[in-house]
């Protein structure tokens, strides 16, 4: 959906993975999946990331809101399953959102 929306992605096979490519590129924004492999998950990378790079957006995408622990507003979060439209809407949303700082 992002590549024909003309975004360019680069796919990261867990967090550790994700957070190298951020050591080593500027990024626009990150979109992660909640549940993820690798000991680290989605919302774990979202804070470190929040904590190490406060500018960067955000976005969180999950089948599991209703179990998701995530305070209101600290990251937007993406509902699953979701069509390219919202995900176009999401994305513009996030880049759009003041990004709070870390505690």
């Known amino acids: 959906m992002l590549e024909g929306d003309t975004h360019s992605v680069v796919l990261c096979a867990d967090a550790p993975a994700a957070l190298r490519h951020l050591e080593r590129e500027s990024f626009d924004l990150v979109i992660s999946?909640?549940?993820m492999p690798?000991?680290?998950?989605?919302?774990e990378l979202a804070r470190t990331?929040?904590?190490?790079?406060?500018?960067?957006p955000v976005l969180l995408a999950t089948g599991y809101?209703?179990?998701?622990?995530v305070p209101n507003g600290e990251f937007s979060v993406l509902q699953k399953p979701f069509t390219a439209i919202e995900l176009a809407g999401a994305i513009d949303?996030?880049?759009r959102e003041p990004h709070p700082q870390p505690a």
């Open 33 to 35: 999946d909640v549940v």
């Open 38 to 43: 690798g000991g680290m998950s989605g919302l």
């Open 49 to 56: 990331v929040r904590q190490r790079w406060p500018g960067l």
């Open 65 to 69: 809101l209703a179990t998701l622990d």
């Open 93 to 95: 949303l996030a880049l």
